[in-house]
């Protein structure tokens, strides 16, 4: 729970917020075009994911307001090309000095709501939130930890790094070399993440993975955070099947799927266009209007994953929940024919984690999934 402030310091904090806010309604026009310029013309010309952009802009957010300690996540978005940190803090400094007048957080962004009562504006916080509560358990209970897509995602570096535990990174090769530069200029140390650059829409992902030293018999923390729904539901299907049938047994995804009302919402109007601008858009959703446990767990039932920890965000709405966070765990698969040729059974599952092919299927078939970690 928050600090609750005295009255008087509470009425202070809103005659000052309010008397900002006025006053730098210019400021924060020019903050807006500074931030929007930025995340989407100059991610544009680079070739990588605004979406991933949006992501890093709410955890740098959440450090700057004191919701959640991330100071890699702050240095890194000091030195990033395609978002502007003077642009923020000119858009969000009236609710950043009523925060610190009252030391209650108000509007955006706050905390997360009861568990169930978040609303879409909750999704960056919220979402990683339950995200970090679910990794603080499994992590200590696995030997290797993979982000697919990583993104900006710096749970691998400073405080937030699982301690024992090797740490790959899979990326698109223009996004991965991107994000290592951004690292050195903002003197990360990144000597103890393994970076694996791949091309998901035609090699082998767990190949590659493995040939960056992952190693299938050890159990694994895998992340898929902010993906799913810019994919097809067959490469989300293939990804799924990927890590069921070339993780060790007992290994975790811990990833979000989301609801048809959100991905509606993104299909639509502004939402629709600032998407495509960048090459993206809304794909895949699960029918969460009602029963949406039962959706969750047949869908991943279908899938030989078992359903584990889960967060339903925004489930007191009326239409259902938006999206989910959710712990899925791998099941012992039937064993390999002997006839079987082990190369393609390491491609297939390669690509069905990011865009797992059936065995047998060539590099071809492998989804263009495991992009970034970035969209919401």
Not at 200 to 228: N, S
Not at 351 to 372: K, L
Request: with cysteine; proline share 8%.
């Amino acid at each position: 729970m928050e600090y609750a402030p005295p009255m008087f310091m509470r009425l202070i904090a809103w005659v000052v917020f309010v008397v900002l806010q006025v006053a730098f309604l210019p400021l924060a026009v020019l903050g807006t075009l500074m931030v929007t310029y930025r995340q989407l013309v100059v991610s544009r010309r680079m070739g990588v994911s605004q979406t991933a952009i949006e992501v890093i802009n709410g955890r740098w957010t959440m450090h700057w307001f004191g919701i959640r300690a991330d100071p890699a996540t702050a240095r890194l978005a000091g030195v990033l090309p395609n978002t502007s940190v003077p642009g923020l803090q000119l858009v969000l400094f009236p609710l950043w000095v009523k925060y610190k007048l009252s030391g209650v957080h108000f509007g955006y962004p706050r905390r997360p709501p009861a568990d169930g009562a978040e609303n879409m504006g909750d999704i960056v916080v919220a979402r990683t939130f339950y995200f970090d509560r679910i990794l603080a358990r499994v992590l200590p209970e696995v030997e290797q930890f993979v982000l697919l897509g990583a993104g900006y995602d710096v749970r691998a570096y400073g405080p937030l790094a699982p301690a024992g535990v090797a740490c790959f990174e899979l990326d698109r090769p223009e996004m991965q070399a991107q994000k290592r530069s951004s690292l050195r200029d903002a003197g990360i140390e990144a000597a103890d993440v393994t970076f694996v650059p791949v091309d998901f829409g035609r090699e082998d992902v767990f190949g590659r993975l493995a040939a960056g030293g992952w190693d299938p018999g050890k159990k694994t923390a895998f992340l898929w955070e902010g993906v799913t729904l810019y994919l097809s539901e067959d490469d989300v299907r293939k990804t799924l099947r990927g890590v069921r049938e070339h993780a060790a047994p007992g290994s975790v995804l811990v990833a979000d799927f989301y609801g048809e009302r959100l991905v509606r919402w993104m299909r639509g109007g502004a939402a629709r266009k600032t998407l495509e601008y960048t090459g993206e858009g809304a794909a895949f959703a699960l029918p969460f209007a009602t029963d949406w446990e039962k959706t969750l767990r047949g869908f991943l039932d279908g899938e030989g994953l078992a359903p584990g920890e889960s967060y339903f965000m925004g489930r007191a709405n009326p239409r259902g929940p938006f999206m989910v966070v959710a712990e899925c765990v791998a099941r012992p698969t039937e064993p390999s024919s002997p006839a079987e040729d082990p190369s393609d059974g390491v491609a297939t599952s390669r690509e069905s984690a990011p865009q797992e092919p059936a065995p047998g299927n060539g590099a071809d078939s492998v989804p263009s999934g495991w992009r970034r970690e970035a969209r919401p």
